[in-house]
């Protein structure tokens, strides 16, 4: 499907130079001298290249349509995370700088769901929030309500996230996977 330039959004998949590439950031720039165009911060789905282009408002590029498939995530195998496809129980290798940061939240038996192009794995969208337990919280030092009440503490997964005073080590909370943050004290 066709759009024009000015009309990409960020998380749009388009195919631009042969490649495959998602609109991190956008912005719309009207000069005072000529015609508007839109810069895009574009990262390639298949090398993670990035790149910023300036797309005017008559060119036009093909949008892409990934397919989606859930798959369920089994275990780390040194660098390599392994998934099995939930229909024909197949599995799948794929190198962890693919999911980037979040793959930390990775858990045994977490359903996600991958994205293919042309039958070939690009992305994996992890669920917007996880259980996670505290296993290291600081003290709260009294008399510090002058800065944001909020104090630094490790999860299980050995990621570090900003928590209320009130939650101690060993305490189950709900957290952002893509944000990093604290949502809610886990049920």
Avoid at 125 to 136: F, G, H, K, N, Y
């Amino acid at each position: 499907m066709k759009i024009s330039g000015v009309d990409i959004r960020p998380g749009n998949i388009i195919e631009y130079e042969g490649g495959i590439w998602r609109a991190v950031k956008i912005q719309h720039t009207q000069p005072g001298k000529g015609g508007a165009y839109m810069q895009v911060e574009l990262k390639n789905l298949i090398d993670g290249r990035k790149n910023n282009v300036r797309f005017r408002s008559a060119e036009t590029v093909e949008r892409v349509r990934l397919d989606t498939k859930d798959f369920q995530f089994l275990y780390h195998d040194g660098d390599m995370l392994v998934f099995m496809d939930k229909e024909n129980y197949e599995q799948v290798s794929l190198p962890e700088d693919l999911i980037g940061e979040p793959a930390a939240f990775l858990q045994d038996g977490m359903d996600v769901v991958m994205e293919l192009y042309n039958e070939r794995p690009i992305s994996v969208q992890l669920p917007d929030q996880i259980e996670a337990t505290i296993v290291e919280a600081d003290a709260v030092v009294k008399g510090q309500t002058a800065s944001s009440s909020y104090k630094p503490a490790m999860l299980d997964n050995g990621v570090r996230v900003m928590v209320p005073p009130h939650i101690s080590a060993g305490t189950r909370i709900v957290v952002d996977v893509y944000e990093k943050t604290y949502v809610r004290r886990a049920d």
